[in-house]
């Protein structure tokens, strides 16, 4: 499957953005998909993560509240709505696929990624 991320762009602290991770090459239904950010000079972390029918969903603490992960199988599309952002969002954002919850959240084992996703929250 190939990823596809959009939606990126610089912002004020306060506002929102919603990100997009077209899929394509395979239906989007088959994996679970997750969103990760990295920040210049540090390691990729977890954000989000959805189940293969929307019915499960796990969040990093940082972004508990704000942020809001879904998915639209029919459109082979995974959104992550950004509300509230603050500086410490900035980061490219990356969508991942993978087999199963859980490994859409360890940065280590989704076995597809997307191209990122720059995300700028200036204060």
């Known amino acids: 499957v190939q990823l596809q991320a959009s939606g990126g762009g610089l912002v004020q602290a306060g506002e929102s953005l919603r990100l997009s991770c077209a899929a394509s090459?395979?239906?989007?239904?088959?994996?679970?998909m997750g969103w990760f950010r990295q920040a210049p000079g540090k390691d990729r972390e977890f954000v989000a993560s959805?189940?293969?029918?929307?019915?499960?969903?796990i969040y990093a603490d940082s972004v508990k509240g704000r942020f809001a992960i879904s998915r639209d199988n029919a459109k082979n599309t995974v959104y992550l709505q950004m509300n509230s952002l603050k500086p410490e969002d900035t980061a490219t954002y990356y969508c991942?696929?993978?087999?199963?919850?859980?490994?859409?959240?360890?940065?280590?084992?989704?076995?597809?990624w997307g191209q990122g996703t720059q995300v700028t929250v200036s204060s």
């Open positions: 959805i189940s293969w029918n929307g019915g499960s969903t």
């Open positions: 090459g395979r239906p989007l239904s088959t994996y679970c």
């Open positions: 991942a696929a993978a087999d199963d919850l859980i490994s859409v959240t360890i940065a280590t084992r989704p076995g597809y």
